[in-house]
């Protein structure tokens, strides 16, 4: 693919993950084209289908993520690596259960969405597992725990909109709560 298409096409997936994320199913391949500043034909030539726009912009969701948790596993301060990466999924989380639910209507969710979730999931836990072993999260939490609380916060703010300081602030209670005794999460600058 030529360097002018592979940039045209992170822009409709860009958009799209926007989008779709802030409309949901009433998001429209118009609207992604107009701001990915792209056309309509464009669009169409990368993705036929609504339906294969909104499964690569949730595929594209999963891989941002599964890169940012590996670059944070290689960082030296596992604490840091945590309170981020998990800052970051909950305040991205409302969008993926957007596009999520609009991927989810069909007969069956998508096996290339499944293994990224996975592949998420599983570099998580990495990161987990290294917060713990420096002393930074309560050696008795498990991903399917962290998991949950991300779902909660970003299903809360998915439903109702929330003010961006009082997602950072629910957030930072969220790190407290899994900090071992006796170290907090200390608050962002």
């Known amino acids: ?28 391949t118009e609207e992604v084209a107009r701001r990915a500043a ?33 670059a944070l596993v290689a960082d030296a301060d596992p604490a840091v690596a ?32 499944v293994a990224a979730s996975n592949r998420l999931k599983s570099v998580v836990g990495e990161v987990l597992r290294r917060g713990q072993e420096a002393g930074a999260v309560r050696p008795s939490v498990t991903v399917e725990e962290v998991y949950l609380l991300i779902r909660g916060l970003a299903q809360a703010s998915a439903t109702t909109r929330t003010p961006p300081d009082t997602l950072a602030r629910a957030v930072d209670v969220v790190l407290t709560g899994l900090s071992r005794p006796g170290r907090s999460a200390p608050t962002p600058a």
């Open 82 to 113: 945590w309170r981020a990466l998990i800052r970051t999924m909950i305040e991205t989380g409302a969008t993926k259960l957007t596009l999520v639910s609009l991927v989810a209507d069909r007969d069956e969710f998508p096996a290339g969405a």
């Open 1 to 28: 693919m030529r360097q002018d298409a592979r940039e045209n096409r992170e822009r409709i997936l860009a958009a799209a993950e926007a989008v779709f994320g802030e409309y949901g199913a009433a998001g429209s």
């Open 38 to 70: 792209v056309s309509i034909a464009t669009v169409f030539r990368h993705f036929p289908t609504k339906e294969e726009l909104i499964e690569a912009a949730l595929l594209r969701h999963f891989e941002q993520l599964t890169d940012l948790a590996h």
